[in-house]
């Protein structure tokens, strides 16, 4: 097979693992920058160009477009999956996975453990949106943010309505959520393929930290996870329609509840906690489903 990989950077270790796992596997792949592709959207033979030229035919598509430029990068997939190439991942999955609101909807809608999670812009009751979620300790998140940072625990009410007021002060969009104490500070990455989750690593806060992103701090190890478990995180990929995604999930004292969904998990924390050659099992996996027009919006939605 010719692979595409869409990503910004061939020197990230996930990019490099991916492309060193599918020319072990026999297959060629060219590293794609996103942004620098263009298209004629108005085209009935629909095409990408890159650096003055039409770009060859690929068997896949693995995206790999970060947060910031979601909103391009799932263009330039559309595009793809309008050509009938497979992709990993599809535009419209890893639109939903990017709006923290609508995919905590989808998750609930699916009955899935969630914290109890409330949103808000500019609400003219603070007291009654924190009441909602059931008082102090909660746990306030910027909607844009990532790598925690934008996450705040407020302990007491006083705190959080502070917290809320400086928020909507910046006009941003936020979450009022349940704190999971009894997570201790502790998180579980699920990594997800298909529809098994083929490694599984506990993040761990550091003392005196409640946030486990490694970024903050945090140390990963390989952690054995229970069936309950295994199931929210393969249903909460299928609701979300990620084929290889990673389920953040907390455990509460009511069972897994889910925090996040990822759809371009990194692999370095990943393979270095499990010791697993997950991008091996992403392009076997690629193998297996690749096909013309085997997507299944083509690029609708
Ligand atoms: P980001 O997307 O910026 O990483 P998260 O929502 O994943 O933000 O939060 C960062 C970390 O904070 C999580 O990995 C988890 O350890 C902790 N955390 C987040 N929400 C809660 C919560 N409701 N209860 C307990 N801990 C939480």
Known sequence: MHLAILSRNANLYSTRRLVAAAEQQGHTVRIVDTLRCYMNVTTSKPSIHYRGEELEEFDAVIPRIGASVTFYGTAVLRQFEMMGVYTLNESVAITRSRDKLRSLQLLSRKGIGLPITGFAHSPDDIPDLIRMVGGAP???????????????????????????????????????????????????????????????????????????????GGSAELIKITPQERATATRAAKAMGLNVCGVDLLRSNNGPVVMEVNSSPGLEGIEAATGKDIAGLIIEYITRHAGPNKNRTRGRG
């Open 138 to 216: 909660l746990v306030i998140k910027l909607l844009e943010g990532t790598q925690g940072i934008g996450v705040v625990l407020a302990e007491t009410e006083k705190a959080a309505e502070s917290v809320i007021q400086a928020f909507m002060g910046l006009k941003a969009n936020i979450m009022v959520q349940q704190y999971i104490q009894e997570a201790g500070g502790a998180d579980i990455r699920c990594f997800v393929i298909g529809d098994k989750i083929v490694a599984a690593m506990k993040r761990q806060a550091e003392p005196g930290e409640f946030r486990s992103n490694l970024h903050r």
